[in-house]
């Protein structure tokens, strides 16, 4: 969702089969969950070589490996968009900020739809200690949290061995 006032200035870019970058926030309306628009832009697809003299942007999910500033891996959490509520979105967070540090957290919204990413902001960051994983795992369910490490392979956080 776009509100006019972000929309009006780069409807000319937004069209069918056009790649556009946006910047918003996922916003959880009753049992309704809504991706708002905040910012809509045309991405820099020059080339790898500009690319790679661009540092990683914090905040930001970069592909499939979401490189971040500091060099930490993501801790990646599955969550059925279904059972995405406001008192287990407030839980998260209260987890969150008892294990601070920093590990990026990528939540992956599940549904019938497909999987939405969000990387949560840099005030969102975590320790990735097993006592969190379990935590998470209590809450979400044992196979919804993994830690990304180089490669791109998941692993288990509480083991430290690669998941199949």
Known sequence: MAFPSVFDRV??????DSIVLVKGRADLRGRELQLVALD??????????TAAKQPPRAGKLNGAEAAS??????LLIDVSSSACTPGLI???????ALFPGSI???????????????????DFCV????????????????DAVRLRVGGGRAVDPRTNFART
């Open 40 to 49: 809509i832009r045309e991405p820099d697809l020059t080339g790898p070589d």
């Open 127 to 142: 320790d990735g200690t097993p006592a969190l994983v379990a935590e998470l795992g209590h809450l979400l369910g044992d």
């Open 11 to 16: 409807a000319h870019l937004v069209s069918l």
């Open 69 to 74: 500033p500091n060099g930490a891996d993501p």
């Open 90 to 96: 407030r839980r998260m967070k209260e987890l969150f």
């Open 104 to 122: 990026p957290v990528v939540v992956q919204l599940v549904g019938e739809e497909g999987v939405v990413r969000l990387r949560l902001g840099n």
